[in-house]
């Protein structure tokens, strides 16, 4: 039976006899999709993670050795300098983060709907290049004479690769091969929840006299917040997972220019692969999962990520 333009609750359409799902059936019908899910982390998160932990916290032939795993690894003359290297990137890139992809997306914002597509579809091409051939791709733009950007590599007087691949270029060169691959999906998520705004608020900041500046900073950005929040949480975790950067970068180098462990990941791969020690890389994946886990808790809580507006 139709009602007012509606289809009853109990029939539809000319039979009326079919009856639409019922509460139990949607909840067995959302636990089959979360299912898949669920199996999937158990799987290839979870129970790995079990496993780093117990490595982390026995020796080679088993025995439980409490936190000597991560004292030793802790005293490596390469342990430090790694962390160290993963912060300065980290500072760098999450930086551009913040600043860049929040300004771009905020400013697509305003443009019609066309040229804004257009340009949140060239900014996302790069992730087409991530992984190794991304990584390749900037070994070529940063060799002078070959580099499309060799005018800018000359004026910064950089004459070979050696010359542009310093240790102290190293986190800025990563951070711009993390954010030239990356930050084009995070324009586009940080654009989706700026269209998700209601216009009334926007024509209401309108006209109080607020101008673009001022309903950036003082509506749309606050609205934002916890899109924000979760690219930084995302990110954070990436980031502190570099590896293909660093890796390939060493191999092309045959480990001259960067090294075999500048990042906490390649040195707990030599760790494990090279010396055997896979107790000791355990202890490093688990340094990584803690620093991850307590700086994502801060951000949540600090923010309230999950209070409910």
Same mark, same amino acid.
């Given at each position: ?165 310093? #240790? %102290?270029? &190293?986190?800025?060169?990563? /951070? ?8 084009? *999906?995070? +324009?586009? $998520? ?73 990042? #906490? %990941?390649? &040195?707990?791969?030599?760790? /494990? ?8 890389? *355990?202890? +490093?994946? $688990? ?23």
């Amino acid at each position: 039976m139709i009602r007012s333009g509606h289809v009853s609750s109990g029939q539809t359409g000319r039979t009326g006899r079919t009856r639409l799902a019922g509460p139990r059936q949607r909840s067995r019908a959302g636990y089959l999709f979360v299912g898949g899910y669920a199996a999937l982390l158990v799987l290839v998160g979870i129970a790995p993670a079990g496993y780093a932990l117990k490595l982390a916290f026995t020796s080679i032939d088993g025995r439980f050795t409490g936190f000597t795993n991560f004292i030793n690894t802790y005293h490596d003359f390469r342990f430090l300098p790694a962390f160290e290297h993963i912060a300065e990137f980290m500072a760098i890139w999450l930086t551009a983060l913040i600043v860049i992809v929040i300004g771009v997306s905020l400013v697509l914002h305003t443009l019609s709907p066309r040229v804004s597509s257009t340009f949140r579809f060239l900014f996302y091409l790069p992730a087409a290049f991530a992984g190794s051939a991304g990584v390749l791709l900037w070994l070529f733009m940063l060799q002078p004479g070959l580099s499309p950007w060799d005018v800018v590599l000359n004026a910064l007087g950089y004459r070979t690769l050696g010359a542009s691949l310093i #240790p %102290n270029n &190293l986190p800025i060169v990563f /951070a711009l091969i993390a954010f030239w691959t990356g930050a084009g *999906a995070w +324009i586009l $998520v940080i654009h989706g929840a700026l269209t998700n705004i209601s216009d009334e608020v926007l024509e209401a900041a309108a006209l109080d006299g607020a101008g673009p500046v001022q309903t950036a900073l003082r509506i749309k950005l606050p609205l934002i917040k916890k899109w924000v929040v979760y690219m930084l949480i995302v990110s954070f975790a990436g980031g502190t997972q570099l590896f293909a950067e660093p890796e390939l970068f060493s191999q092309a180098t045959h480990g001259i220019l960067v090294g075999d462990a500048w990042s #906490p %990941n390649q &040195l707990a791969t030599s760790l /494990a692969f090279l010396t055997d020690n896979f107790n000791y890389a *355990a202890a +490093i994946s $688990v340094d990584l999962l803690v620093i991850a886990l307590v700086c994502a808790g801060l951000l949540v809580f600090r923010t309230h990520f999950f209070r409910e507006d």
